[in-house]
């Protein structure tokens, strides 16, 4: 993490988001390897259904298709990729020499410009691990509206409550994130799916919005749902 103490504890100097996700990326093994979606992924990954509320099966139906905002590395887009769903990812960092791009659709975007670069209800759902805590909070409300604006069915949001700048900018409660997930995206109801922080980790919430279809299952003993 060299370059965020030298942000730290260094002289004053601007480093564009550009910049600092640059760095990180190239230089930051846990940016380069980890990926939050995949870490999670059997908490949401069930909840990605069609239009009658089913399961995908990749070797019948047509293939839902996905946006995943803050892609990162793009490890959770070639899984999804690999599993029959039709599959974008947008990110501020785009580098060929760092990470093969080649198996899913890639749109390079900052994510506090506005409009985000697709079409109303472009995808069935949209996902966003551990990425919007990274944003100053000015850029939230308008980030979440153009979440909502190009998925049809759902959203699927991981966050984290913890941490401190210049990482996380945004560090606020679980019950902020979903006081903005209601406001600004009016037309979804929402659901709590885990909240890491009052199980082991201090990490949390997970998120899910949707407007088509509930999931009622029982949560496993020693979760909190």
């Not at 103490?5 to 380069?32: A, V, W």
């Not at 069930?46 to 239009?51: G, S, T």
């Not at 990162?72 to 580098?95: H, P, Q, W």
Request: aromatic share 12%; with cysteine.
């Amino acid at each position: 993490m060299e370059i965020v103490e030298k942000i730290k504890t260094g002289p004053k100097q601007i480093y564009t988001p550009q910049m600092f996700y640059n760095t990180m990326h190239i230089s930051h093994l846990g940016y380069r390897n980890n990926n939050q979606g995949l870490t999670v992924a059997c908490d949401w990954l069930h909840l990605l259904r069609d239009n009658r509320g089913v399961v995908h099966n990749p070797w019948t139906d047509t293939p839902i298709t996905v946006v995943e905002v803050g892609c990162g590395n793009g490890k959770l887009c070639d899984f999804l990729r690999s599993l029959g769903f039709d599959v974008t990812g947008t990110d501020i960092f785009d580098n060929k020499t760092v990470y093969d791009r080649s198996w899913y659709r890639f749109k390079k975007h900052d994510l506090t410009k506005t409009p985000y670069p697709f079409k109303d209800g472009e995808f069935d759902y949209c996902l966003s691990f551990d990425v919007l805590e990274h944003l100053k909070e000015e850029y939230i409300a308008p980030a979440l509206r153009e979440m909502a604006r190009i998925s049809r069915n759902g959203i699927i949001v991981k966050v984290s409550c913890t941490g401190q700048a210049p990482l996380h900018l945004s560090v606020r409660s679980p019950g902020w994130w979903l006081e903005q997930l209601t406001e600004n995206c009016p037309n979804f109801s929402w659901q709590l799916l885990r909240n890491f922080e009052r199980i082991a980790k201090r990490d949390g919430p997970m998120m899910k919005i949707q407007n088509t279809f509930s999931d009622d299952r029982p949560v496993p003993e020693g979760h909190v749902q």
